[in-house]
């Protein structure tokens, strides 16, 4: 199960960091992705990391997004700096343990059919 949180309303240019905790033991072992999805609009893949810490952005949040993991805690973040109206999205995070989507994500895919889904949480950016 994942679950996430540290969603909210921010103005246009502030920071915001969402979290995504995952339950069981084996958090450690897991590709870990964040996506996004307004209404109407398809899902959009934002970033991911492996369980060794490689991680991949899509364009559109290169340098502005850092994702992160702490396996201690069986947490993953998603950093949002400079954030933009068009940022507005619901975020959800997913997880897969298969050397196929670990290998996916190093050379440059966040896959979209993850094993593992939380519900989302809603990031609104005010202009």
């Known amino acids: 199960q994942l679950v996430e949180s540290g969603g909210g309303l921010v103005q246009s240019g502030g920071s915001l960091t969402v979290s995504c905790v995952g339950s069981?033991?084996?958090?450690?072992?897991?590709?870990i992705g964040w996506y996004r999805r307004a209404p109407g609009v398809g899902r959009e893949a934002v970033a991911c990391?492996?369980?060794?810490?490689?991680?991949h952005y899509e364009d559109s949040v290169k340098g502005r997004f850092t994702i992160s993991r702490d396996n201690s805690k069986g947490t993953a973040y998603l950093q949002m700096n400079d954030l933009k109206p068009e940022d507005t999205d619901r975020y959800y995070c997913?997880?897969?343990?298969?050397?196929?989507?670990?290998?996916?994500?190093?050379?440059?895919?966040?896959?979209?059919?993850?094993?593992?889904w939380g519900k989302g949480i809603l990031v609104t950016v005010s202009s």
């Open positions: 069981g033991d084996e958090f450690s072992s897991y590709t």
């Open positions: 997913a997880a897969d343990d298969t050397d196929e989507v670990q290998g996916m994500c190093i050379a440059g895919t966040t896959y979209h059919g993850m094993d593992y």
């Open positions: 990391i492996t369980k060794n810490g490689a991680r």
